[in-house]
């Protein structure tokens, strides 16, 4: 079993950042990849980004490139999610989710932590 449970979200101005984490505990040693997803009131979830857990290569959604930076720490099995210029409309519960090897869904998700961005 494999646990993830995030951390950093809050209240910012637009124009902010905010720094999320998302710590994996557990059978973590078959990790393909890790993703961070998120869900505003009334709307389906969107992915937000990935990093490939082997070579950190990481993938973003078109709605945050170039403002959002995600990254890993292989030896704390804990991967981040840097969040610059942010927007009202970044406003949303915000996951970690984790996909293993030889899978093409994340089997384990996050409780979900909130990020508020003011206008």
């Known amino acids: 079993q494999v646990q993830l449970v995030e951390s950093g979200g809050g209240l910012v101005q637009a124009g902010g950042s905010l720094r999320l984490s998302c710590a994996a505990s557990g059978r973590t040693f078959n990790t393909n990849r890790m993703g961070w997803f998120r869900q505003a009131p009334g709307k389906e979830r969107e992915f937000v980004a990935h990093?490939?857990?082997?070579?950190?290569?990481?993938f973003y959604g078109d709605s945050v490139k170039g403002r959002f930076t995600i990254s890993r720490d292989n030896a704390k099995n804990t991967m981040f999610l840097q969040m610059n210029s942010l927007k009202p409309e970044d406003t949303a519960v915000y996951y970690c989710?984790?996909?293993?090897?030889?899978?093409?869904?994340?089997?384990?998700w996050g409780q979900g932590t909130q990020v508020t961005v003011s206008s």
């Open positions: 989710a984790m996909r293993l090897l030889g899978s093409l869904d994340y089997a384990y």
């Open positions: 990093i490939r857990w082997d070579t950190g290569i990481p």
